[in-house]
């Protein structure tokens, strides 16, 4: 069964950092690409960015208010992703998502794991 | 970017009765990057519908996609009580891509 787990959620204040995790299974995780979705408190989604699998160059992309801030990288070799945010701001609240892009013909998000939750606050 | 508008809000229906959710792009979305997406309350998203009109594994065949360009509705033909949540539509538009959702659909299930 495909699955995708994230960790590393927390309490952050403002302007710290923090490291997302999300381990992947069932699935060719090198074939993969990655995206990362946030959810702030009662509020809708929001793509916060994605990774490209190695074969198809490997880079990432994100949405303006944080690609200053954040970076999205890989470990195939332990079939990971990270989400590795810095200058933390409070609107930064959510919980985040880890999702496998389905195909990227369609990029609809096919696997979703269960969420962290990262709450910046002083 | 891309905005998508759904409407109703939120829909309030009897089991049985049939749903028409509508999502509406600024601009044209191609057909191949309109997805749907149901969550329940405290659950991740769960993929319906990708490609406008293609079923995820495993999604029931009440559920079905249409649309083109700039309009997209999702129907749920026949609902039953564990249809109750809320439906967004995300589109990927754009290089490098523009992913957006729109804002969701509740559906109450009476």
């Known amino acids: 069964e495909a699955q995708v787990v994230e960790s590393g959620g927390g309490l952050v204040k403002p302007g710290g950092s923090l490291r997302l995790s999300c381990e992947a299974s069932g699935f060719n995780f090198n074939l993969a690409w990655m995206t990362w979705v946030r959810q702030a408190p009662g509020k809708g989604l929001e793509w916060v960015g994605r990774i490209k699998s190695k074969g198809s160059g490997g880079s990432a992309d994100y949405i303006a208010p944080v690609e200053d801030r954040f970076t999205i990288s890989r470990d195939d070799s332990k079939n990971t992703v990270y989400l590795q945010m810095s200058s933390l701001k409070t609107e930064d609240t959510a919980v985040y998502f880890c999702?496998?892009?389905?195909?990227?013909?369609?990029?609809?998000?096919?696997?979703w794991g269960q969420g962290t939750l990262v709450t910046v606050s002083s | 970017e891309i905005v998508l508008t759904q409407s109703p809000g939120t829909l309030s229906l009897s089991p049985g009765e049939r749903a028409t959710l509508s999502c509406r792009a600024s601009q044209s979305v191609r057909s191949s990057y309109l997805a749907w997406y149901q969550q329940k309350p405290g659950q991740a998203p769960r993929l319906l519908i990708y490609g406008t009109s293609n079923r995820a594994t495993g999604i029931p065949d009440r559920f079905s996609g249409s649309g083109s360009g700039t309009d997209f509705t999702l129907t749920i033909s026949r609902l039953e009580p564990e249809d109750s949540a809320v439906y967004y539509c995300q589109q990927c538009g754009g290089s490098p891509p523009d992913l957006t959702f729109g804002p969701g659909t509740k559906v109450d299930i009476k």
């Open positions: 999702t496998k892009v389905r195909d990227p013909g369609s990029f609809s998000l096919e696997y």
